[in-house]
């Protein structure tokens, strides 16, 4: 199972803060942004720190290939008012996972603000093309997308026309996202008729992440709001059923489910729940003292 979490990258540790946290959810994989995914500031890389990474990932089988970079959100290839930004952010994105030595780029698609999914797919499709190039190792995982407000690629057929019409297709893969796909109206209880679908409509080989949150919504509602595993309207037997799944054991699982509060509700000390979701998923059982025991844990 290559399962892990989004964890945090901050300047004072880079790399190895990363590979850190995730080693301490008992994960072999993660996933993280290379700044804060609001706004543009970026520190430069430390070569030592990413090296010392490197050396702990080998040493706890965390195989590079299962490490996935999000771009951050500002980036909205939709938008052509914003084309300019967004093409010189996400090349230097590229720049930097290529640095970092790794391969995989979760992107949101973007969303279209007004001018209607088809024009907003046609900007995407424009605007990947003045930013990928044949050279680059990084493959750009596009998002499967919620449908909240106007976001583009909430469907596979939306995201089949984006990688169609792409000068390089090979550049290009998928991130499926479990919360997003069932807020945009799929039935994860028939996960196999799902992927039967991506199969035939993009390519079951092009899936190479898969986001694995509950939602507190329920399905086709494109809300997007993430819950944790088995406490929304998902499910845990069905999640499990995606992460263990025969078709995808290659495919890196990163949770991206809320952190926890002291008490239900308070936004004040947030703990990460992923140590004990990825315990709870391994072990193939739910447990509904989840919140007690991450709260016990960390107080
Ligand atoms: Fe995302
Ligand atoms: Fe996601
Ligand atoms: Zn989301």
Not at 160 to 186: Q, R, S
Not at 229 to 256: A, R, Y
Not at 273 to 282: G, H, L, S
Request: charged share 30%; glycine share 6%.
């Amino acid at each position: 199972m290559i399962i892990g979490s989004h964890v945090s990258y901050n300047a004072k540790e880079g790399l190895l803060g990363s590979v850190k946290e995730a080693l301490s959810y008992k994960a072999n994989s993660f996933m993280f942004y290379t700044g804060a995914p609001q706004n543009t500031k970026r520190n430069p890389i430390d070569k030592n720190l990413t090296n010392q990474a490197f050396i702990e990932m080998e040493k706890n089988g965390i195989d590079k290939n299962n490490v996935i970079v999000h771009a951050p959100y500002i980036i909205n290839l939709a938008n052509k008012e914003k084309e300019e930004f967004s093409i010189q952010f996400l090349k230097q994105e590229i720049k930097r996972v290529e640095e970092l030595g790794f391969n995989k780029l979760v992107l949101h698609p973007g969303s279209h603000v007004g001018v209607g999914t088809k024009e907003g797919i046609k900007q995407i499709i424009h605007a990947l093309n003045n930013v990928i190039t044949k050279e680059q190792s990084v493959v750009i995982l596009i998002e499967t997308m919620a449908g909240k407000g106007s976001e583009c690629g909430k469907t596979f057929d939306e995201i089949k026309e984006i990688i169609d019409n792409v000068k390089f297709p090979d550049k290009i893969g998928v991130c499926m996202d479990t919360c997003h796909i069932h807020d945009a109206g799929y039935d994860i209880s028939n996960f196999d008729d799902i992927l039967t679908e991506f199969d035939k409509k993009i390519g079951l080989y092009k899936l190479q992440c898969i986001h694995i949150n509950d939602s507190k919504n329920d399905i086709n509602t494109h809300k997007d709001r993430h819950e944790n595993i088995g406490f929304g309207k998902i499910g845990f037997d069905n999640l499990l059923k995606v992460i263990n799944h025969e078709k995808l054991k290659s495919v890196p699982k990163i949770l991206e489910t809320p952190y926890i509060g002291l008490e239900d509700d308070s936004k004040e000390r947030l703990f990460p729940p992923y140590k004990f979701e990825i315990e709870m998923i391994k072990n193939k059982k739910w447990d509904s003292n989840l919140y007690k025991k991450i709260r016990e844990y960390y107080k």
